[in-house]
Every structure is written in C-alpha cells, then in structure tokens.
C-alpha cells in the first residue's frame, strides 16, 4: 500500500494508496472537529486543494447525532468530503481528560463501521511524565491492544501507534513489537506535550529509536505535530504523514503560522506573505472582521503555510537538499537546533539511508553540517576503502578552488617530473587525494572561506589521524617554488609517469563499489577515454571493452555490464550484489526493473543511488542498475522498484 | 525629505517625500526597460503594489521616439505610471559597453526636463578590478562630476553615487564628500560584478565603509542589488532601497527567485510557492504556455518574491528581529555566512547604533550570533559601568533557567543568611550578578542547551577576565550542600542582609544611564515597590517621590522627570542629555515631542532606545523622554522625532 518515489535519506517521497485515492506524502492531514469546523471539508478540498483530512471516531460516536448519520452514510457523507479520511480513536482525549468511555476493539470496530479509509487503535498515551516502569506498563498494553486490535480491521487501513514516553528504547521496541503485526501506518503517539515545551532534541531522538524498531515499508506519522516550524527535522528523519488541529487552534488565538514560528496578529505590521489569503486581505481588513470571520480568514493562512512547507519539503527531497533545509529551518528556534546537534549520536543509522550522492552540491550552513552523514561516510571510505600510492613523497596541498586537479595542475606537473609524488588537498572533507577530485561530494560542495573554529579542529583532527594511519616515506606542504627545490634534492632517481586518469579510476572504483574494486584494471589492456573538450574522465575500457562510464555531476562510475561482469571477479559474493529469485532475475536480464517484492537478499554496504549487481539465486550476474533503496529497505517494502535496471544482457 | 520612523540598528523603516507621493522604506524599485517591458508599470501599480520604479534616462534619451515623447508628456506618461519613478543615468551602459555618449550636467538635466522624481548622476563605474589608483582617479572624476550635477537638478530629488570599488576607504572618503553636497539619496555604485560573483564578504565591507562616510540621513540604494538573498543583510547594514533587473533577467531564463535562492523552472517538481501566481498556476501550465506568457509568469513571481522579502524584513525590524533574520537567511549561501562573519570587525560600529532593547528575545541562531552587539555592549558594560559589591565571598553558579533569581531562590537565601555574599551566573553573556538577570538581554534570551564549542570557549575567556579584574576575596562555584557548609567554615561575621531589590535598582542605573548613576540611591530615603502578584520590582520612589519604574520586559527603567532630576547631579553633563536650542526645550517641557533638527548637542554614549534627558542651552531640565536615535542621527536628521518626550512639568 506504500510505494517509495524519491528520496534524500530516509526523507521520502511515497504513495500510499487508500480506498479513497492514493496520497503523496509528506502529506499534512487538517484536523476537522465535526462539531466546529473552522473551514469545511467541502473548502479544505476546494480551497486549499486537501486531498486527506483526520477526523476523530471517538467524538462522532460520543455524539449522537454525528454517529446516527455516520453509521447511516459513513464518515465521508457526514463530513461531506470525498478524499481520504483517517480517523483518531480517542487517545488524546484520554490523555486530556484522563480516561475514555470506550473498548479498545469497540473503537476500532465503529472506525471500520463508518468507512473511515485509516483508523487507529486506542493506545495508551505515554506521559513525558512517566517513569520507566509506568511507560512500561503503558507501552505493554498499547501493545496488547494493538494485537487485538487488528482482528477487528476489516477493510480499513489501520494505524498502530507507538508509545514508550521518552525512553527511546521502549520506542524501538514498541515499534519492532507492532511491525509485526497487520498495520498499515504507525503513528507516534504521545508527542504533543513535547512539541508544546520546545523538546524538539527528545523528539528526535524518539522518532529516531521508532525509525529502528520499525518496518521501513511502513509510513510513518507523527501524531499531533501541524506546525511547520516542525516539519522539515521530522521528515528528515523519516516522518511521512502530519495532522493539524494547530492551524484552528491557533486561528482561535489569532496567532498566524510561519516556517520561522508563530506570531500574534496584533504584533504583525505586515502579513509578510503572499498566499491566497494574505494576498487579498491587509491587516487592517482583518481586524475589522467579525472574530468568526478572522478566525477562519486566519485558519487558512495556516493551513496554505503548512501545506507550502510541506511542497517545499518534497522539493528539497527531489533535489537532494533536505539537510541544507533542515539546518535552514532550525534557526527558527534555538531548541531546533539542539535537536540539529543530537543527530550525531545517529550518524551511523542515518548514513545507511543516506544516498550515493545528489544532484545538487552540499552546502555548508555551520557547524552542524559537518555532522551530515555525507561527511562522516568520505572520511570513513577514505580510512577504510583507499590505497595509499606506494610513491616516495606525499605533497600536501591547503584547500583550493576545486577541481583541485585543474586549479593545481602546474605545480603537480612540475613536481611529478622530478620526483615519484602523490598529492593531497588538506580539505573540508578531510584528505583528499588530487586523483578524487571530482569525486562526490568533494567537487560538488560549497563552504564558507572562514570556517568555524570548531570545525577546524575537527578537520585538524582527520588531518592527524591521516598523518598517522597513512604515514608516507616523505611529507612535505607544497609551500610554492621552495618545495620543489627541497624534494629535488631529497628525492633521487627516475619519477614515475603521474597517470592521473588510471589512479582516478582506481581510487573511485575501491571508494564507490569497495576496497579491492579498483583490481579490475590489472585484467587487462587499460583505455581511458578523456574528451579534451571536456578534460574530464569519460569512459574506461578494458581489453577493448567497454567497462565503465564516469558521471560528471558526481564523478562516480556508470557500471556496464561487462564492468560488473569483471567487478564480480574482484569483489566475492555478497558484494554490491542485489540477489532475486531465478524469474525475476530473467526479466532484469532482459531490461525489466527489480521490484523490491522479489529480492531475497542485499549486500549490507548498499546505498539508495549505489550501481549494483543484479544476480540469481545460483549468484549468477543477471543485470547492472541502479539501487533505490538500500538492504532494509528492499527485504521490507512490497511495492515499488528497488534496483532500476540500466544494462542487461537483452 | 526622509523620516526615521522604526529602526533596529541601521536597519530603519524611514519615509521617503517625492513629489509624486511618499515611499516607505525599504522599498524595492523594479527596473523597467522602456523597450522591452516584461510586466508594464501599469500592471506593476495595480497587480503587484509597486509605488515606485526605476527607468534608464539614458536609454530614453538615446531612442528617439521615447526621447521626443518623454521631453513633451514626462516620463510618467512614458511610462503610464503616476508613481514615483527614479531615473538612472547610463553610469551601469559605461561599465558594460565601455563608454557611453553623453555629458555629466547634460543627462541630469535631461533627467530633470522628463520629471523624473529621482535622478542619478552620470558617475564613473570603478570595477573590482580596478587597481587602487585605477579606483582613485575614478572616484575623483565621479565626486567632480558629482559636485557640477547638483547645481542641475532643480525640483529632482538627486542620487549621488558612491564609488570607490572594493576599497573601503576609498568608499568612505567618496561617501564623506558626498555627504557635503546637496544629494538626497546615494546610491552605492559598482557592486553588480561583485553581486554577481558571490563576493558577499566586500560588498558588506563597502556598504559599511560608506555608511561610516555618509551623513546618516540620506537613503541608501544599493545600486543593481535585486535578489531577495541579499535584501536581508543589505538592510541589517543600512541600505534603503533596492532596484532589481533581475526580477525580469532571470525570468527571461526561466529562473524562479526565491529568499533561499534561484532554481531553473525544469529543476522545480512543485513551485511550492502561494505567490498570486504560483497559487494559480501549475508548473504544466507554466510549461505548456507561449515562451512570452511564461516569461511574464515567472517574472510577477519574482517580483512578488522580492517584495514579500522586504515585507518580512519590515516586520523584523519592527520586531527588533533583524539579526535573527539575517542569520537565518545567511544559510541560503556559504558566501553569505562568510560575510556574516566579517560583521564582527565592524561591531563597534554597528553597537553604536544597536537599540538600548528590543521587544523580542534574543534568539541564538549559530556561533555568528555572538558576535552581536548586544553582547558586546553588555559585556563592555559589565565590565566598565558594574560596580562590584564589598561582600566578603562571591558564589558563582552554572547557566539556569531564566529569570536566574528565582531559580536559584533558595540557594542565595540559604547563604545570605549565614555569609555576607554575592551571586553570579555564568551564563551565556558571560558573568551576570543574580541582580542583572532581568536586564536586557539576559531574561530574554533563548539560546540552545549545547552551545557550539567555539561559543563555550569565547564564554570561558570572558570568565577568565572577570577573575582578573573583578577579583573577590573569595570566590567558589555552587556545588549545593558542600558549598554552604565550606562557607559557614571559612567565613565568619554576621552576613548583611541580601537585599536584591536594592542591589538590582543599583546595577541597572549603572548599567543603563553610565557608572555613578546608582549614586543617586544614596541621596534619600528608598521605597522599593514590588507587587507581590508578579514578584518584579516595579516603581522605586526616593523620599516620597516617583523616580524611576522598571519596565517588565527588558528590565530598564522608565526615567520620571524627578528621577532625571536626581540623575542631573549624579551625572555630570554631557552625559545622558539632549541638548535643543531653547523655544524646542520649552515645547518639550509641554509634552511635545523633540525632532531632530532642534537638537544641537548630544551625549555620545546615547542609544536609540535610551531614556534620556532633554535640557536646553543652558543645561536645564525641560523633560524626559525616549531618544530614538543615536547622536550622529540627531545631528544629521532634518525630519522626524529624536526624543519622544514621556514626563515633562507641564
């Protein structure tokens, strides 16, 4: 029912598909009260465009005259709306008012019996409050009611919320104890008091513990979040769906809804925004309405704020951006940024998600950015995936204007003549050899000229552990004509021809498909193809054949099928290897994409973006494409393609 | 011809008399090409608000037929446009053809024969690659050409334009000599290569050196500035109005402006936008429309943008907001946050014109945000005007939640009954007395839990010379019970009583009106007013009389004209006064407000915001009041109000 689009790490462009329609997510869900709807559902539709709204069960089944008329003609007449209608079970009333007059199963039953498209089981709202053993308690028979829950589900799509207060542990566990059962969505619940007192770091880490425990197939809603303020970090950190009663209720309060936060109409000179509302109506205009006209004017100003951010958001996904958005957005509150600062501790989880590389570049935006899993995955391949050249001398370079090789090329010719060389650039990134220059996301980054201090001691720190881990006969810092003249008269006989394109190609192979990769170029007679218009690494061929195609926006390989036909010789199974059962593995050989249904296996070091080997059960190379998804991923989702095919045999 | 109105540092919300009508700034004039309008100046009045545009006199005068036209209608009726409508003067056709074919005192005069509300001077474009003596004999030629243009301009206002290429001095020393002739606005010229290239860092650099330079109540225009990234930080340093090609420029390529940046139409899935015409077009029909029809769309979208932008940086500095929005916006550019940073060279500078409060907290948005001037001007403050109580023991404690004094209410009353102590936090502001901690911007600051290392470490070196200079006979950190119990120990004597509410009244006079100020507490018998229901100080009256309230958001008091009267002694003149000649000074003790063109003498030390005193020739008190500007503001302004009077005899 959920089908992975796009993506940027586990922020995600999905469809799910419902009785009443597929939606897009992210997705924000208004929340309609049946009993005071600020703007009708007929309106949100019209309107606004609202393809899916949330309304609550519990409150129409307390209400005589709305559960008369919905049991009648169902939960889409009563609201008059023929999208998408989840429904809330009565939960968060029980949080505020301390108890419901409901079964848990009844509840479930009544949601089924009103055709509402996604229901939600009564789970136990977890108080931030809670000791570990109350969240325990409360968590357990969220759980068992979950379980009994799903009998009653019919054909409904029903949501399993997870609870365990502020304990990430009971979160993961929770969320791995309700992914087996027959959800559809899974909610986390118990959030608005957080959300309410700025505890956007606990947030974080909750969503994150939920991510762990979870079925990644399974989207993902963050209960009662509707700010969007809020938005951006959750859907970074894998949130799909959002519900709204905020933009009513802050409406009530005359509070107008920005990406940067909130504020009261009555300290605004200016509306300051252009959507359908604001752009027709002053200030002035609004104060002279009746206080029921306002609110509603006011509502709508919220709801097109969120639904924009949320446009945004999707935007930021298909161009890759969505950390340069996130680290954006946190300036609207210093809590956000605490938030921003606790992903560290995740880098490991999160860079399992995190793509190959972008179409866009990676923008620094502070401290923080330097914290992105993109940074901490080039320093990792660096140390674990690249061989040292076993030259004399390493000439360490400052940070240059990139590509590095071109910017450098004088000096490397003149130094490379004399003696046997290597180069680095002591860049952002850490050590870049000058062959990976145009590697993703050295080429493809832009950072300030002044750095942070803090930053600099970091790079200062990979500096150093290169200096040790890589120690080289000889290291010197090019420091202009002065070194030349030093190595001529420390180095002595012939120097090797510098071959930048053939250490090019070694160096991307062993940090794009893993150490050992670049061995493929010893099987034979070596062809780079560098159009000199370009100057840029083209093609590769081996024995005539071609191998590899170079990608010039990410400087990675394009793999060919003859490449990965040498490339499974080099790299023993399971590596970069996606392995399907025998038919559908005939049909990737003959063009047609691997759907993730069909994979049974997946090589750990996949990444959503990696070129891959599609191969048999017998382990036999069926095709080469390009991954979308990365191990969790495909053995979960059952819809949707995890490899694109781009070279097979037919 | 130009109003102050509101203003957070140099930014400034002013108005702008032309003869067709009053412009507030900052304001964004859209340039029109007379041969080739993209959206038409009608369309721009009535779809889009525009008030005020910006035309090439040299163009008109170049083509014939809307040469003849504009010397017999005007250039309003060229342009169908009843607006106001400045005029450029080829200066921008030199710089990209090479020369162009029109005397100085000519095309001014052309300017002012078509009725252009704002003329321009033919000044010489310095380029950034102008050698420092290329740029000096350009900005001589342009200040020659300058002085024999005014005597041309009759009822036109006149622009005279800064140049001086990427020299601040040469900047400076242009804008100096400019200020003494008779131009009412200036333009700060030759920045489109610099705009063009990133090269953010100088242009901040130049916009300062001029502001220095020039008389602070002329308008800024930074010439050629027309995207929405760079209004913010354009504003924050002064700059007035803005003109933008670019609106069109880019459309013409099918480029989308938003305040994070520009994306290509093609690149875009969502406009995720709700702009009049985003809101009412998808990108299909954008991409099935005629080339011209889309141009036209893209270019409104631009435009709206652009003028959103300056709406939302007119609601921050009404806010008092505009750092935080800066810092915000920096993040759309690594160049951006690399000029960001060089603010902190100019921080004595901008303080000077840094408001006394603000209405709104102070939001930490990155390690930049310490280099505001509001925590440089409390930290001088503390450690030049905060006089250091004679207690035997100083006890420090962490950071804690806000107002400090009542967090750590039991601590201090458990110690100041048995040892004669102060009380100090360590907070992000460096050293606070437990008296300080609703004085702006302690109470009203958010900053993160985890500050940025490079923070911690600057914090750290602000302690350290509080040790050195402020040394205590004792000194200890509060480490609960053990604290308390080595105190009783080491100290002996009876403690005085801990009387918070006098200590406080005493810092903040100090702090707010200069050393010595406190004194006044000395001259009679203190009443402290404190209503129990809030807990804050509130009125403090000496021997009977109503001296000062304490207003309860940014802690600062309200100075009554009898507190002035104390403060008169206290504080010898100049200090805290405003200086009129005598009939103003007379109005004034009436109730009138001051403007600044009475205003003959100022204290140096007075800040936009500050409670100060106005006195008349002979340095008597004639009433109190709210300056809302700094003394190169009073002195330079010819209209608007520099002290709004608050208490007065009469």
Redesign the interface.
């Known amino acids: 029912m959920f089908e992975l689009k796009d993506r940027d790490g586990l922020a995600r462009i999905c469809e799910l598909t419902t009785r009443h329609g597929k939606i897009t997510t992210p997705v924000l869900l208004p929340v309609v009260n049946p009993n005071q709807m600020t703007i009708t559902p007929r309106e949100m539709r019209e309107v606004l465009g609202v393809k899916a709204l949330i309304t609550n069960s519990y409150i129409i089944r307390e209400t005589p005259a709305l559960k008369s008329k919905a049991e009648k003609d169902g939960v889409h007449a009563l609201l008059d709306f023929d999208g998408v209608v989840m429904t809330d079970s009565g939960t968060f009333q029980g949080h505020v008012y301390g108890d419901v007059n409901v079964d848990h199963r009844e509840i479930v039953k009544f949601q089924a019996s009103i055709g509402s498209d996604i229901g939600t089981i009564l789970d136990v709202f977890s108080e931030p409050d809670f000791t570990r053993e109350e969240c325990e308690r409360a968590t357990e028979e969220t759980i068992r009611r979950a379980r009994e829950s799903t009998e009653h589900k019919g054909q409904m799509l029903l949501a399993g919320t997870i609870q365990g207060g502020v304990y990430p542990n009971l979160r993961e566990k929770c969320a791995r104890e309700l992914s087996q059962l027959n959800f559809d969505v899974h909610p986390i619940g118990g959030v608005v008091p957080l959300l309410e007192s700025y505890r956007y770091?606990e947030i974080a880490d909750i969503i994150l513990a939920s991510k762990r425990g979870l079925d990644p197939s399974r989207p993902v809603h963050l209960f009662g979040a509707g700010h969007p303020m809020v938005f951006p970090m959750a859907v970074l950190l894998g949130c799909d769906m959002f519900d709204s009663a905020s933009y009513a209720k802050y409406a009530r309060e005359e509070r107008m809804m920005y990406s940067?936060g909130t504020?009261f109409l009555r300290?605004?000179?200016?509306?300051?925004?252009?959507?359908?509302v604001c752009?027709k109506t002053s200030i002035k205009e609004l104060e002279q309405m009746t206080k029921a006209e306002r609110t509603k004017k006011i509502a709508e100003h919220n709801l097109?704020v969120c639904m924009?951010e949320i446009?945004?958001i999707?935007?930021a996904i298909?161009?890759g951006a969505i950390w340069?958005l996130v680290?954006?957005r946190a300036?609207?509150?210093?809590?956000l940024?605490?938030a921003l600062?606790i992903l560290k501790k995740h880098k490991e989880y999160l860079e399992r998600y995190e793509p190959a590389s972008r179409n866009g570049a990676f923008?620094?935006?502070?401290?923080e950015s330097y914290d992105r899993p993109t940074v901490s995955r080039y320093q990792e391949r660096y140390f674990t995936r690249y061989r040292k050249p076993r030259t004399k001398v390493l000439v360490g370079f400052e940070e240059a204007t990139k590509p590095y090789s071109r910017t450098l090329s004088n000096e490397i010719r003149s130094i490379s003549q004399k003696v046997d060389a290597s180069f680095i650039v002591s860049s952002f990134f850490g050590p870049v050899p000058i062959e990976l220059d145009e590697y993703y996301p050295i080429a493809q980054s832009?950072?300030?000229?002044?750095l942070?201090?803090?930053v600099k001691?970091r790079i200062n720190k990979v500096m150093e552990k290169h200096a040790h881990t890589h120690g080289y006969p000889l290291a010197v810092m090019w420091e202009g004509r002065e070194t030349l003249d030093f190595l001529e008269e420390m180095v002595t006989g012939t120097p090797h021809p510098f071959d930048i394109d053939l250490l090019r190609c070694r160096a991307v192979l062993d940090m794009q498909f893993g150490m050992g990769a670049g061995d493929i170029l010893d099987s034979g007679n070596v062809h780079i193809i560098v159009p000199p218009r370009t100057g840029k690494l083209r093609n590769v061929k081996i024995d005539g054949v071609h191998v590899l195609s170079m990608r010039a926006h990410d400087g990675r390989f394009t793999l060919k099928l003859d490449g990965a036909r040498l490339l499974m010789k080099a790299l023993p199974a399971p590596r970069m290897r996606v392995k399907t059962e025998d038919e559908p593995a005939e049909f990737a050989s003959k063009g047609t994409n691997v759907f993730a249904k069909f994979v049974t296996e997946c090589d750990t070091d996949i990444r959503p973006g990696d070129d891959v080997m599609v191969v048999n059960t017998r382990g036999e190379l069926a095709a080469v494409g390009r991954a979308l998804m990365n191990r969790e991923e495909m053995l979960s989702f059952k819809r949707g393609v995890a490899v694109r095919v781009k070279d097979s045999p037919d």
Chains 1, 2 share one sequence.
């Open positions: 770091s940067t504020r300290d605004l000179h200016d509306l300051a925004c252009h959507c359908p752009s097109h924009r446009n945004g999707k935007n298909h161009e340069e680290e954006m300036r609207a509150h210093p809590a940024l605490d600062k923008f620094y935006c502070g401290p832009v950072v300030p000229k002044e942070d201090s803090s001691e």
